[in-house]
């Protein structure tokens, strides 16, 4: 998998809900509109605004920018798709009233946003950034055309279902409907993180469209995960979609695996706690991770580790820095003792991570934050948010990311003179950005009584059908 994108997400302050403002650029009635603090205290705005135009100038329609050379990549992850990093920002310039920037995405959507295409896409990538950000935008908006393309593109991805077991394929053509692993994948297998993390999306997906066809296929795979025995409680990260089993007995909390577990608790959350199974998976997961995979470092650091057929491996990558925010995010809603023991662990992954950023020559913010998976996003939790924003600089990421034509990822963070990588992520526009302005803004802006962010931090709310009345046109 892209490693650097397989992000878990995020945990986030109690209250937020968003703001209106800017000349009739309102939020819609019943969404949780509030007046916020001037938006020119938080920074995300103007980075924001600064990443989005030297994307428009230099690279609108590509799928990214590369900020050095001043041009547009399209790579080769999203099948002949287009126009990622407009898709990803759409809702991040609408929460921060970035008004002309948010029509100038619109308009793209309208008139140059193509599905007719054919490529090898990521149905994973596809899933979370396109349908994500086009769903999101659709509920904060009401805005018919975020609606149609999302169901439009969702109907081409089914084809990628139809295997012995109904776990979908990793790649798919979405022109023609075939699908098929990975090649690097063992043995043809699915990877945990991606046929994982769907079920948010498809359940919006079914609830718009009025077609069961998407919840059943998410389901279907909860059905296939609750047959197959789990060595020691564990999942691990490959999966045959052909027999049901798994392919080798390799558990990570980081990439392979990560947002499976996100996706659990936030299906609960989404359901307005009524998806018992979902809880429950949860649950039963975090208990193995605990009992099996929780460990400390002689200097006394809290890591997770992985698991390769009954035997440790001691190291936590980066990815797994995302499961401090979601421990937490789970203790939030459990009591007693499990609610005091989860909130300290998630304290002590969180204080090893910012430890391990900290160490580095150039901030977190230089390599955690542009993945999405820097310990900032425990911020939901009382106990660790002094912890979370101290591992997190806006100042950092413009010392050390911006270049004269955007924001670029940096290739060893370990040095203070860095070699940028020429490539401003779209995830940096829908991520890094917009929980930058939602943790250092003063005032509430989403509400986690009404939405759960999706794991390229894509809000898609709870209280689904009253929202989509009052978004109607």
């Known amino acids: 998998c892209q490693h650097s994108i397989l992000q878990g997400a995020l945990a986030k302050p109690e209250g937020f809900t968003t703001k209106g403002g800017l000349g009739g650029f309102h939020a819609l009635p019943g969404s949780g509109v509030s007046a916020g603090p001037p938006k020119e205290l938080c920074p995300g705005p103007s980075m924001m605004k600064f990443a989005w135009d030297n994307y428009k100038q230099y690279a609108l329609g590509k799928n990214e920018l590369r900020p050095l050379t001043k041009n547009g990549h399209i790579g080769n992850m999203f099948g002949g798709l287009r126009g990622a990093t407009v898709i990803d920002a759409l809702d991040t310039l609408y929460i921060m009233e970035l008004e002309e920037e948010f029509q100038e995405a619109k308009q793209w959507v309208e008139k140059s946003f193509d599905l007719n295409v054919n490529g090898e896409a990521s149905l994973f990538e596809v899933n979370i950034r396109y349908i994500g950000g086009l769903l999101a935008t659709y509920y904060l908006t009401g805005e018919e055309v975020f609606k149609s393309k999302a169901l439009e593109l969702g109907e081409k991805l089914l084809p990628a279902f139809n295997t012995p077991t109904g776990i979908p394929r990793g790649v798919i053509n979405l022109g023609s ?30 609830e718009l469209s009025g077609n069961p066809v998407f919840a059943e296929k998410v389901r279907n795979i909860r059905r296939v995960l609750s047959r197959v025995e789990k060595p020691q409680g564990l999942y691990p990260n490959f999966l045959s979609p052909v027999t049901g089993s798994w392919v080798q007995h390799h558990v990570s909390i980081g990439g392979l695996g990560d947002s499976f577990y996100e996706y659990l608790i936030k299906s609960w959350l989404m359901s307005d706690k009524k998806d018992s199974e979902a809880k429950k998976m949860y649950d039963d997961a975090l208990e193995a991770i605990e009992k099996h995979l929780v460990k400390k470092s002689a200097g006394g650091l809290t890591y997770i580790a992985e698991w390769r057929g009954g035997i440790l491996d001691h190291k936590m990558g980066h990815l797994a820095c995302f499961s401090g925010g979601m421990i937490a995010l ?75 034509a955007g924001f670029s990822g940096i290739r060893d963070v370990y040095t203070t003179t860095p070699t940028h990588d020429n490539m401003q992520q779209s995830f940096f526009l829908a991520e890094t950005l917009k929980y930058l302005y939602l943790l250092f803004c003063e005032d509430d802006v989403l509400s986690l009584e009404d939405w759960v962010f999706n794991t390229e931090a894509h809000p898609l709310p709870i209280n689904h059908t009253d929202l989509r009345a009052a978004g109607q046109p």
């Open 177 to 206: 409907g075939m699908s098929w692993s990975w090649g690097w994948a063992s043995a043809g297998s699915s990877i945990l993180a991606e046929f994982g993390t769907l079920h948010l999306e498809f359940l919006h997906l079914s």
């Open 330 to 404: 789970g203790a939030q809603h459990s009591t007693g003792d499990r609610r005091q023991r989860h909130m300290e662990l998630a304290a002590e992954i969180t204080s090893t991570c910012h430890e391990s950023y900290t160490r580095s020559g150039t901030c977190p913010a230089a390599n955690g934050a542009f993945s999405g998976s820097s310990p900032l996003w425990i911020f939901a939790s009382p106990h660790t948010a002094g912890v979370a924003e101290g591992s997190l600089s806006p100042q950092a990421l413009e010392k050390y990311c911006r270049v004269e």
